[in-house]
């Protein structure tokens, strides 16, 4: 109802409107036709992208905390092998030293020195002989956990693949049949109230010329003046009931047109999520060859260690991506059931506001009936004596024609509701700016930072929501025209 004296008083009362600048120079065309309802659910579906964006964002540096925690104990532990071979190659010098000096000043023990150095240094190459056999146990052994994971991972991604290509496929069928029962009621609906209202104008006409005829010659001009106040009221009533009708029509076509963006969205996410998905498996592939060279150095065993760190990180960044595809799936159904519920609220109103109408045009034709019964009557019973009580006859007639005063008063009452619903639309606009200038300001600040930390922009998943406004800070709201959006005052 309130889309409707929104509609009335832009149309028809422009007066009021001069003085004050023109709402379509600062509000953007898709959010004229908007109801308050409308305009409420747009905000809150906005402060959910807002919301969802800010949780994402500090899941993003949690993983960033865990990459850089992670890369911190690595360069510890290098560390402190480094430090354990320089201790044991500075251990090793001064057993030399040690041994020459002994040479020097002890030359009657030299074949005892020699036997201890022969000694020692079996002693040393059986201790580097174990330690080499145990080092490669263990890297025997960490080859064989990666490749069961890999194969592990392989096999979960292949039926993680089957499942969702499943998914898509019902969700699509989904989508097609209720897209088309969507477009089979709306055009049948949109018939059969274009018939009723055509055989109610035409009733009324008909009904309109009957009583003319039946009107006396005497009265004639008067009858004329008022049936033509009639016609003109039944006009006007029927132009708005037109045009309410055709802003529902435009209103159900921009909610099919939003349903196939969905779709259409939803298919395009599954194109993003097959491409992550070959790109991980081509990932894996890239580990495999690692895989082969299984006798080469230490140094590149400890390159080897490094990448295992990181395939476990791409792991766990995956079991992460994956629970937020199966939230953002359960967030998409929850969003169809909200439309659903919403298309049949929309259907609940459009029948009331034809029930009511229908009510109001019987009620004006039985109105309108009575009063052509008491004229008839009254003209019967003053025939006989119509020169003697001919003044009694003008104020009856008087008394049938509308009363001006009690018409302005009407109008007037009309034209302060108008102006009440036209402030609240304006506050609500102004919320909808505000709230998507700071969802806007958000995705820029994320996009900065992925470049900062060379992550690639098409793994956001945001898009930015077209409004007319500048990038000044958020708390104001500007025009792309230069004109500010002040915040609406706590009166209006």
């Known amino acids: 109802m309130g889309k409707k004296g929104g509609a009335k008083k832009g149309g028809g009362k422009k007066k009021a409107a001069e003085p004050e600048v023109n709402p379509a120079d600062v509000i953007p065309s898709d959010l004229m036709g908007l109801n308050e309802q409308q305009l409420k659910e747009r905000i809150e579906s906005w402060g959910y992208r807002r919301r969802k964006a800010a949780k994402e964002r500090n899941y993003m540096e949690m993983e960033k905390d865990m990459v850089n925690r992670f890369y911190g ?21 001064v057993a030399e030293k040690e041994h020459r000096v002994k040479i020097k000043v002890h030359e009657q023990k030299v074949h005892n020195l020699s036997y201890q150095q ?20 263990r890297h025997v052994a960490m080859l064989t956990n990666w490749h069961r994971e ?7 991604m292949a039926a993680r693949k089957l499942s969702r290509e499943d998914e898509v496929k019902m969700m699509e069928q989904g989508f097609a049949k209720s897209l088309g029962k969507l477009k089979e009621t709306y055009e049948v609906n949109h018939a059969q109230l274009k018939k009723e209202c055509q055989a109610q104008v ?45 802003d529902i029509t435009v209103d159900n076509v921009k909610l099919i047109r939003s349903l196939k963006d969905e779709i259409a969205e939803m298919r395009s996410r599954e194109k993003v999520n097959r491409k992550i998905t070959e790109r991980l498996m081509l990932e894996n592939r890239t580990l495999a060859e690692p895989l082969a060279e299984m006798e080469e150095e230490r140094a590149k065993l400890m390159d080897l260690v490094k990448n295992y760190g990181t395939d476990k990180i791409v792991l766990r960044n995956l079991k992460g991506r994956k629970s937020v595809l199966e939230k953002n799936m359960k967030e998409a159904r929850a969003e169809y059931r909200q439309t659903e519920d919403r ?78 619903k036209n402030e609240v639309i304006k506050s609500l606009r102004y919320e909808i700016q505000r709230l998507a200038k700071m969802y806007n300001d958000t995705i820029r600040v994320y996009e900065y930072k992925l470049k900062e930390f060379g992550v690639p922009l098409e793994e956001m998943g945001f898009e930015p929501v077209p409004v007319k406004t500048s990038q000044i800070p958020a708390d104001l ?16």
């Not at 092998?81 to 090793?92: G, N, P, T, V």
């Not at 022969?118 to 146990?137: F, G, P, T, Y």
């Not at 609940?348 to 009557?377: C, P, Q, S, W, Y």
């Open 118 to 137: 022969v000694r020692e240094s079996e002693d040393i190459s059986k201790e580097a002989e174990l330690v080499m056999v145990e080092d490669n146990e």
């Open 202 to 246: 035409d009733e009324l006409k008909t009904e309109l010329e009957v009583r003319r005829r039946v009107e006396i010659h005497e009265l004639r001009e008067r009858k004329n003046l008022h049936m033509n106040e009639l016609m003109e009221n039944h006009e006007e009533a029927f132009e708005q009931m037109k045009g309410y009708y055709k």
């Open 343 to 420: 298309m049949k609220k929309l259907e609940k109103e459009r029948d009331e506001v034809t029930r009511r109408f229908a009510k109001g045009v019987e009620e004006m034709h039985r109105l309108a009936e009575l009063k052509n019964i008491a004229l008839e009557k009254r003209l019967g019973e003053l025939g006989s004596n119509y020169s003697n009580k001919q003044v009694q006859l003008e104020e009856i007639v008087r008394s049938a024609s509308i009363d001006p005063a009690v018409l302005q008063s009407v109008t007037e009452k009309l034209e302060g509701v108008l102006e009440s």
């Open 150 to 156: 890999n194969e592990a991972l392989k096999e979960s």
């Open 73 to 93: 104990i690595t360069t510890r532990e290098i560390e402190q092998l480094e430090a354990a071979i320089l201790c044991k190659e500075r251990q090793m010098e």
């Open 477 to 492: 709201v500007a025009t792309s025209k230069g004109g500010v959006l002040a915040a609406p005052s706590k009166a209006a």
